[in-house]
């Protein structure tokens, strides 16, 4: 079964050409990225024995992205040293990001793919990352088991997402789509928000060992995001390991 939902790729096909642009349709995801990056980075860090002061740190590993899209998080994985594959349903993202990787100088394998597909095309990785993905699948069970399938024995695999409650109801729908119209109406449907306790069973039954969860929490003032460990109530991210 395919895990892509068509109405969703059509959704991020409309606001392709505004990856790249601060003040556009995706101005939450470039707030959130410094934010991202850092758990990123100090999770592959932790498991692989990485020096994050070094001039390339994350030199000698294998990262798939999926769910790419622009190419927001493929770029500074790239600059850290890892060979970076982005992969995204929606053509149109993907060739916006080809684009801006060659302008760039960066060297990054962008393919208009499933992850499904990518696991019989490539061969198994260190890390894959599916940032703000899972709430837009089809079937997030079947995504979970793809992701793992692309992981090497002891890899991991990094996820973000929104919790399903009354909160990131009234903060990433009303406040962020309906009032300040950071997002298009319409770009996220609650419904399909995956809880912390419901991703870490997709991740278990998929045969994923779950490491931490940890929330994302914007200061509504200065709107700069941070970690919390504690705070999981709207964005929130998730390592696992496979065995």
Not at 55 to 78: A, F, H, K, N, S
Not at 122 to 150: G, K, M, Y
Not at 158 to 179: D, H
Not at 182 to 190: A, F, K, V, Y
């Amino acid at each position: 079964m395919s895990t892509i939902d068509p109405a969703e790729v059509e959704k991020f096909a409309a606001m392709s050409a505004e990856w790249w642009d601060p003040e556009g349709a995706f101005k939450p995801l470039h707030g959130m990225n410094p934010c991202r990056l850092d758990y990123i980075t100090r999770q592959i860090a932790a498991e692989f024995g990485c020096d994050l002061t070094a001039p390339r740190p994350l030199e000698g590993l294998r990262i798939v992205d999926i769910g790419c899209g622009g190419g927001l998080l493929c770029e500074p994985m790239t600059r850290l040293g890892a060979e970076v594959t982005g992969c995204d349903a929606e053509e149109t993202s993907v060739g916006v990001a080809r684009h801006h990787a060659v302008e760039q100088g960066l060297d990054i394998d962008y393919r208009a793919t499933t992850a499904e597909a990518l696991a019989s095309e490539i061969e198994p990785v260190d890390v894959v990352l599916a940032q703000e993905v899972i709430e837009h699948v089809a079937d997030p069970a079947t995504f979970v088991r793809d992701c793992h399938a692309l992981l090497k024995p002891g890899g991991i695999l990094i996820l973000s997402t929104l919790n399903r409650t009354p909160k990131s109801f009234a903060l990433a729908i009303i406040g962020a789509e309906w009032v300040l119209r950071w997002l298009p109406r319409g770009t996220h449907d609650w419904s399909r928000f995956v809880t912390p306790d419901e991703l870490a069973a997709l991740c278990e039954q998929a045969g994923l060992d779950v490491l931490d969860r940890t929330g994302m929490v914007m200061a509504p003032l200065s709107r700069q995001w941070s970690l919390s460990p504690t705070d999981l109530s709207v964005n929130y991210m998730m390592l696992a390991r496979s065995s």
